[in-house]
């Protein structure tokens, strides 16, 4: 492995203004002294664009002294706009967050998954094969498991099974960022999030959507009649694996080919403890009623209804993170009453607001 430095370096970070994205600049933020941050987001409506205004505007209130910070709003699909801000700022370390998320989304409208997530993670890689980088992190999925039957899911398992076109379109940025080291020589690290939650966080994840839902009245629906079970992984506890993996790159050396074996890396990043979806409601609950989002009588039951599996979703999601402790040293921590506890704290205070 490659140490980096990511002191006085320009780091490009796309998907600035979405969940894990906005959470990492503000990390950067904490964390160096001197360095410029080029963050991209198209801002598109997939979910509350005024969700991701306030993302920006809180980390526009955060810039440090010694940190030159820029926001684009620009879409990495567009092949002209990546290839200008590369050659604007020469960025030496990227880290592709910007993607179309959710698996139900992408049955009804896959144009969005072969855009964003396939021409924009190409756009990506070429700018990246044409303006040299110290290292590309990018974000892959649990989802590229499918119906994987084996717990917990290794990047040694085979995973050419996807059961929805979102993870298809993951594995294919496995795929494309493997050639791309192979015949570039550029060094890529694949992180496999699992079910990241937490503060302003997307409104289409469970934990939130449920949260809408039954401050409306509404009734949520528990699929796989609650035998689901989710490796829920606190947004912080990904930003510190993203933080460490960035500063670890694979080591460029040739074979005995004398031909470059290719710096390419794949880890996953999961809390390592799958929870029920029937426990993690029951958690939920208890800490919007703590946090004063629903009152201490609020009828839960009579606002629960189990459902059947839904199309391209799967049972269980459970990561064996042992490779990423090995190499960096890291565990996710932050238990899931801690993590829903200071969401149901931030809804509170955000919708107060």
């Not at 796309?14 to 941050?37: H, M, P």
């Not at 059961?163 to 791309?180: G, I």
């Not at 391209?312 to 238990?335: C, K, N, Q, S």
């Amino acid at each position: 492995m490659e140490r980096i430095s990511l002191e006085n370096k320009v780091i490009l970070v796309t998907g600035a203004a979405g969940f894990i994205g906005s959470n990492l600049v503000k990390r950067l933020f904490k964390d160096l002294q001197n360095a410029t941050i080029v963050g991209i987001d198209n801002m598109n409506d997939y979910y509350d664009v005024s969700l991701k205004e306030w993302r920006l505007k809180e980390i526009d209130g955060l810039v440090p002294a010694g940190i030159r910070y820029a926001f684009i709003k620009g879409d990495i699909a567009s092949k002209e706009t990546i290839d200008k801000l590369f050659e604007q700022y020469k960025p030496q370390v990227v880290v592709n967050l910007a993607a179309q998320a959710g698996v139900r989304y992408s049955i009804t409208n896959p144009d969005a998954y072969i855009q964003s997530n396939m021409m924009g993670f190409y756009n990506i890689l070429e700018a990246c094969r044409h303006h040299p980088v110290e290292h590309l992190v990018y974000a892959s999925s649990s989802s590229v498991y499918g119906g994987n039957k084996k717990v917990p899911f290794s990047t040694d398992d085979r995973v050419d099974n996807p059961v929805s076109l979102y993870a298809a379109t993951k594995k294919s940025n496995e795929l494309f960022a493997h050639c791309y080291s192979k015949l570039y020589n550029i060094p890529t690290t694949g992180l496999r999030f699992f079910t990241v939650y937490g503060p302003a966080g997307r409104p289409d994840m469970a934990y939130f959507g449920f949260t809408n839902k039954l401050l409306k009245g509404d009734t949520i629906q528990i699929f796989n009649y609650g035998n689901c079970r989710r490796d829920f992984t606190y947004v912080d506890d990904i930003v510190e694996g993203v933080m460490r993996v960035m500063q670890g790159a694979p080591e460029r050396k040739n074979g005995d080919d004398d031909l470059p074996v290719p710096p390419y890396a794949v880890y996953n990043i999961g809390g390592g403890q799958p929870e029920n979806l029937l426990d993690f409601v029951q958690i939920l609950q208890e800490e919007l009623v703590r946090a004063g989002v629903l009152p201490e009588d609020y009828d839960f039951e009579a606002h629960k209804e189990l459902v059947p599996m839904q199309p391209g979703d799967v049972p269980t999601t459970y990561a064996d993170a042992a490779a990423l402790e090995r190499d960096f040293g890291f565990t996710p921590r932050i238990t899931l009453r801690e993590g829903l506890r200071r969401f149901a704290e931030w809804y509170k205070r955000y919708y107060s607001a």
